[in-house]
């Protein structure tokens, strides 16, 4: 799956999760039941009579909040999966760019190598004619300027890959050759601790390892909500003719019924789904408190690696490259001069 596909991905199912919380929040719906009677009103004259009941179930535990809470906790945990994807992929596509701007520079100083070796090696042809180094050190020199165009050619196929890495990070965009003539850098002014602190907050990953547990907890009031007694309550309407028998003759009349239903859940002595439910969110508990830790770590690794290599930077100051393009250029100046080999 590539990562367009991923995020697509990722942005149905938050599309899905946003639905589940919309149909959590649906009430139970009432039942509304119509009977009809005919006590033999033809033969007998006892009447006939039409019933209308109306039911409602009512959970005592509130499992519709339940169920909102576990929707809204998946809902949640979406956003933090797609968060997490984001930053991750502008992560990955940072590091892709700089990889593939250190290839372009290393393409460019194997392109002054070669140039530079092809020289050397077209002045100790000449040298070798007028005998001042011998045929090993001219063939030496010709045999290093050939070997550099395979390494110039390795190179070359690594950065146009690294290129297409990048064309694959930006959705398939073509991505040419890159212009940038230097890296930014801005020093991070931030303490370690100060970045323990920023790493709780927005780190995506955690907060999605936070809500997993959160989201265990919601599912366990579920649980419990769902074990608990459901009340129908009912409300009933008759409608009864003249009962016109000789024998026991009654007037037509109205009848009202009021209802409860109070049922047996003999089900909730087995609490296996309970048990299920706690060790689950003991489990996501461990979790977190493992992801904090391993996020912690990391933070730490990275900013011991960030001060190392600000180190090596502010090492290869200006000073030293300047120093060391002098030497170059007077190490050349005595080579082309035959004071050295």
Not at 40 to 60: A, H, R, T
Not at 128 to 139: P, Q, Y
Request: hydrophobic share 40%; glycine share 4%.
């Amino acid at each position: 799956m590539t990562f367009t596909d991923y995020g697509a991905y990722l942005e149905a199912k938050l599309d899905i999760a946003d639905a589940n919380l919309r149909a959590a929040k649906v009430f139970n719906d009432p039942e509304l039941s119509i009977s009809y009677g005919n006590n033999q009103d033809k033969v007998l004259m006892m009447g006939q009579n039409l019933d209308f009941e109306l039911g409602y179930d009512v959970n005592l535990a509130g499992a519709r909040k339940a169920r909102i809470n576990v929707a809204k906790s998946e809902k949640e945990m979406t956003e933090a999966s797609l968060n997490d994807y984001m930053c991750q992929l502008r992560a990955d596509a940072s590091l892709a760019w700089a990889e593939a701007w250190k290839l372009r520079q290393q393409c460019r100083l194997m392109e002054d190598q070669m140039e530079a070796m092809k020289k050397i090696a077209q002045s100790d042809s000449l040298r070798l004619k007028l005998g001042d180094i011998s045929a090993t050190d001219a063939a030496q020199s010709a045999l290093e300027a050939r070997a550099m165009v395979g390494e110039m050619m390795t190179l070359r196929s690594e950065y146009r890959n690294a290129l297409r890495d990048l064309s694959l990070m930006a959705g398939g965009m073509p991505v040419g050759d890159l212009a940038e003539e230097s890296l930014p850098f801005s020093d991070i002014l931030y303490s370690e601790s100060e970045l323990y602190d920023i790493a709780d907050m927005e780190r995506s990953d955690l907060r999605a390892a936070e809500l997993s547990h959160t989201l265990s907890e919601n599912n366990l009031a579920l649980v419990k909500a769902s074990r608990a007694l459901d009340l129908g309550l009912s409300f009933g309407y008759s409608l009864n003719t003249e009962v016109r028998n000789e024998i026991a003759p009654a007037p037509a009349f109205k009848g009202l019924t009021v209802g409860v239903t109070i049922p047996l859940k003999f089900s909730s002595l087995n609490r296996g789904e309970v048990v299920a439910a706690k060790a689950e969110s003991a489990q996501m508990k461990t979790y977190y408190e493992a992801a904090k830790a391993q996020v912690m770590t990391e933070v730490a690794q990275a900013y011991s690696s960030y001060l190392a290599a600000r180190e090596v930077k502010n090492a290869y100051s200006d000073e030293i490259v300047n120093s060391a393009a002098s030497i170059l250029s007077k190490r050349t100046s005595a080579y082309q001069k035959g004071d050295v080999s």
